[in-house]
């Protein structure tokens, strides 16, 4: 009985937990329109040596500021290719500025916003952010500095139809750009940037263990 206990899946609650410190853990010491192209390609090439590529899947990309100024856009596919193949359309580019107005809206991650609100039992009117104009599907994520605590500087988007792959996608992207900025950082001689704050995962889940559906809610109308 508790080994079936111990194979079940994570809640809605404990998967927005885990996405929350993510946020909390992977911020930027600066951020500019070249750091923006380098994530972009990055999320280019980890997605065409995907699986899911190779079985036909397209995928749009998105970096913009929060004040909606574009930094990096592709598209990995065809738009409407006769084959199939790496197959996208017009509607993946509307999902993906839906999933960038999300957090511009909220200030956290689109699949945060899901998951919350499938731990709370909350529909997008409830929480204000219903309309055309928003997409509540993973794949946005907000790009915070480490000193400026009041809002996101910029958004990294991509759309590929799964919420959960798209999600994981972007933050492992993410993470490994910190993590060689932080290397960079501390091989370079002379004066250099500031070391990014990577910390382990871990930490900062137990932080926010405890959250309960009250909390999260109280998160995403800050």
């Not at 590529?53 to 598209?75: D, E, P, R, W």
Request: hydrophobic share 35%; aromatic share 8%; net charge positive.
């Amino acid at each position: 009985m508790f080994s079936r206990l111990e194979n079940m899946p994570p809640t809605d609650a404990e998967i927005a937990t885990q996405v929350l410190a993510d946020e909390y853990s992977y911020r930027f010491p600066s951020f500019s329109a070249s750091d923006a192209v380098t994530l972009g390609l990055s999320i280019r090439k980890r997605f065409r040596g995907s699986s899911r590529h190779n079985k036909g899947k397209g995928m749009v990309i998105s970096i913009q500021t929060i004040a909606g100024h574009t930094l990096f856009s592709c598209t990995v596919g065809d738009l409407g290719h006769e084959s199939g193949i790496g197959d996208v359309s017009l509607d993946s580019w509307a999902c993906v500025e839906g999933m960038i107005n999300c957090v511009k809206r909220t200030g956290h991650s689109s699949y945060y916003v899901e998951k919350g609100m499938g731990a709370m039992g909350k529909t997008p009117k409830q929480l204000g952010i219903q309309g055309a104009e928003y997409r509540i599907h993973g794949g946005a994520f907000p790009i915070w500095l480490e000193n400026a605590h009041c809002c996101p500087i910029a958004v990294v988007a991509c759309y590929s139809g799964s919420s959960q792959d798209d999600h994981h996608l972007v933050v492992n992207t993410v993470r490994d750009y910190l993590n060689k900025i932080m290397r960079n950082s501390g091989s370079a001689s002379g004066p250099s940037m500031p070391i990014p704050s990577v910390p382990n995962r871990e930490s900062h889940v137990s932080r926010f263990a405890a959250m309960s559906p009250a909390a999260i809610l109280k998160s995403l109308h800050k």
